[in-house]
Nanobody, 122 residues
Framework: QVQLVESGGGLVQAGGSLRLSCAAS????????MGWFRQTPGKEREFVAT????????IFADSVKGRFTISRDNTKNTVWLQMNSLKPEDTGGYYC???????????????WGQGTQVTVSS
């Protein structure tokens, strides 16, 4: 498995922006598709975005399409989630994940970070 550490969360007003980072270590980063998921208390962890092994393909949840972008740098073992035009409903714990499949499904990811909290105030 690969070890993942997220950073960049915080408190932001609606309409603002945040950039989340996920640093990977332990295995060859370019062997993994990378995803971002989010979770709020009492709800299941939901898909946000994913990027393919060399970054040429991306998928976004409908709720964030046009507002969020995902990118990666395999020389830095890092993936980013740029979040613009944030809404209160974007509030939650954001988790980075690594998997062998390019997928929007949690079951296809086998390494997870500890998460970083994003709070969007109205």
């Amino acid at each position: 498995q690969v070890q993942l550490v997220e950073s960049g969360g915080g408190l932001v007003q609606a309409g603002g922006s945040l950039r989340l980072s996920c640093a990977a270590s332990g295995r060859t980063f370019s062997n993994y598709a990378m995803g971002w998921f989010r979770q709020t208390p009492g709800k299941e962890r939901e898909f946000v975005a994913t990027i393919s092994w060399i970054g040429n393909f991306t998928i976004f949840a409908d709720s964030v399409k046009g507002r969020f972008t995902i990118s990666r740098d395999n020389t830095k073992n890092t993936v980013w989630l740029q979040m613009n035009s944030l809404k209160p409903e974007d509030t939650g714990g954001y988790y980075c994940a690594a998997g062998s499949r390019f997928s929007r499904h949690k079951r296809d990811y086998d390494s997870w970070g500890q998460g970083t909290q994003v709070t969007v105030s109205s």
